[in-house]
């Protein structure tokens, strides 16, 4: 890699269509291998990535959405905010106001509505982030409470403290909203596969997903062993570029297993994954 | 007194629809009138909140009784506080459900689920 000081570097967004393919193995090897990275971990139901980071935290806040709250004196029952609530989030029971939070997709309308002057927002918390450094890795992660429905207000948190240097996002899995979120601001998807026609299948998902939202992307084969690879033929058929390959191996997972960056620990990764990166920028620039 | 009965169609021999919050119509049932009208579902295609959008329609509709094969918590959360009882509707028609509550056939609906939500 060049020193290219002052440019903007690539955002990386590393996806596959079922968790337990190996999203944070490359996000976390991807993001040690390189000069200086940061690294984000928008799994926030079940983020891991700090468990290999161990970051010194420097920064850590509340993650809040705005939710309407009555004052039941000042509501003549009008209804005008029921009708007006595209989510169906409140019920008006004679004079009285239900409002549901779950439901509530903290639009505001239905304090813009009111004629009385009868609703506001209150902060609610619904999950926390914080930053860290471990060595040249910034590690930006967040966890969502228990009992929220979306994790979609700690993401777009999250994705406001990314900077211009690379960056790797750690999406979630499947193709929810939540992916989708996650990758909006990915100049380049790369999706990993396990090598079992459940894996091509999990691959075909996501790789609809992306293409669907317009981004390039390219594939990284995971758990590689001799003989016939689903996820390599589908990669084949689809013309889409293969970037990587993970050998099934047993060093590799023992390291995973304990919380070990398989990069920092061992020359040998730090080649493969080095080289997943190097093409992976080969791929972006093209 | 009016009570409401979830319908798959716009008419008296119709089923009684499995769904609350998504049922295509209403029947409602006037007690003191024996007069019987249908309500057009406007949440039956809402992408979420269905069952709450419903129970609003039932309240604004001065509904006392609701009879249904099951409703969802939410729904059932609208409903309460606006003292609307719940029957648990039977394998009969809309008709034969209203002639069924009123020969006080029907017992109440005891549990609520916990809804469909699919997420996002």
Redesign the interface.
Known sequence: MQDTTMAIEPTFAILSGKGGTGKTLLSVNLASVAKEATYIDCDVEEPNGNLFFNPTKEFEKLVTVKKPVVDDALCDGCHKCVDFCAFNALALIGNRLMIFDDICHSCGGCIYVCPQKALTEQDRAVGEMSIGRSGAVRSISGSMNIGENSGVPIIEELLKHKSSGLTIIDAPPGSSCLVTESVRLADFCILIAEPTTFGAHNLAMVQELVSLLGKPHAVVLNKTLEGKNPSEEFCIKNNIPIIGRIPFDKKLGSLNSVGKIAAREDKHYHEVFSSILEKALEEVRK | MIIAIPSDKESLDSAVCVSFGRAPFYCLYNTETEQSTFLVNS?AD?????G??A??LL??NKVSILVTIRCGE?AA??LQ??KIELFKALNLSVADSISAHVQNKLEPLKEVHAGY?N??
């Open positions: 949440a809402s992408p979420g909140g269905a709450i959008k129970a609003q309240v604004d939410n959360k609208v506080p606006a939500h997420g996002h």
